[in-house]
């Protein structure tokens, strides 16, 4: 047997859309699991250029320059390649043919009623012209967790409904073969909930303009942390200030090691006497000492793109041959027909 096959630790999918750089939401819903966990799993990872195309047929192109993007910010976040596999989703097939057989398994009222999907449908506007792709796309990402039989799944709370969603295939994969064939899927979701945006909005995310890169310089911290939603009532510093939903203070507590300070920068923000311009001074020194050295990890490797596309062609060939295995199990479970060579 091949010693791959063997390997006895659980395994870990997790992919991201290549439409922009990866942000701090990104990093506390979903890579800082990743990095911890990479020791102790056997990790892969996707670049989803193909979910990616779903909402944007139309700027390939986009698609396509961020793939190197977001392969520098994996390496520069810690994501390990001696630890992890990074590979390039549209260059694995067997996902695509998993794809159209768990269609079949999945109803359209099903794919309508996934209330991410639902909630994406309406932020991009779609109204009655949805991509048959978009709307199928939690479809091809259960291709992707259970093409490498991933347990493990590290994402933001958003993404929850997509492993239900997986685990409802897996389920009726299995029943028809008879046979335990694809394990279900376990979303570990962040206790510290997810990262709001600057603005103070649920969610960070580059299409709304309220996110900060890891890749962001100096400069763009700063200007991120000055406009950052605070407490609207706080208007003197004499004043006592609300601390709950003040943006400042949740990314404290995501970021800053000393929670002991931060602690007691609350208790003073409450009293009144602390202005938002200190607290913002020390988030815009903490967000610069926690992203200075990504960002000269990810200037250095950015000198060498070579290295980093190697890196995506090693992993995506070791993923090539681990997802078709999958693919050839699932089709000789589901009964699909197999023409001799
Ligand atoms: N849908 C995920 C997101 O938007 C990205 C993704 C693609 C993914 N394939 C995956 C996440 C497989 C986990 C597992 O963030």
Known sequence: MNPETCDPRPVIVTGDR???????????????NRVALQATHRQFVLVADAQALTDNAQDPDRIRRNILEVALDYLAVGIDPALSTVCVQSALPALAELTQLYLNLVTVARLERNPTVRQEIQARGFGRDIPAGFLCYPVAQAADITA???????????????????????????????????????????????LPGIDGRAKMSKSQGNAVALSAPPEAIREAVRRMYTDPGHLRVSDPGR??????????????PDGAAVAELKARYRRGGLGD?????????????????????????????????????????????????????????????????
């Open 18 to 32: 290549p439409t922009g750089p990866l942000h701090l939401g990104h990093y506390v819903g979903s890579l800082r």
């Open 148 to 194: 490498f039989r991933a347990t493990l799944v590290p994402v933001g709370e958003d993404q929850a409904p997509m492993i239900e969603q997986t685990n409802e295939i897996v389920r009726r994969v299995n029943r028809q073969a008879g046979r335990p064939l694809l394990p279900e899927a376990r979303a570990l979701i962040p206790e510290t909930g997810r």
């Open 243 to 256: 601390v709950e939903g003040n943006v400042v203070f949740t990314y404290l507590d995501a970021f800053d």
């Open 277 to 341: 311009t200190a607290v913002k001074a020390r988030l815009e020194a903490v967000l610069d000492a926690f992203l200075a050295p990504l960002r000269e990890r990810r200037a250095a490797l950015a000198q060498r793109p070579d290295e980093v596309l190697d890196l995506l062609r090693d992993g995506t060939k070791r993923a090539q041959r681990l997802t078709a295995d999958t693919l050839e199990a699932v089709r000789d479970g589901l009964g699909v027909f197999t023409l001799a060579a």
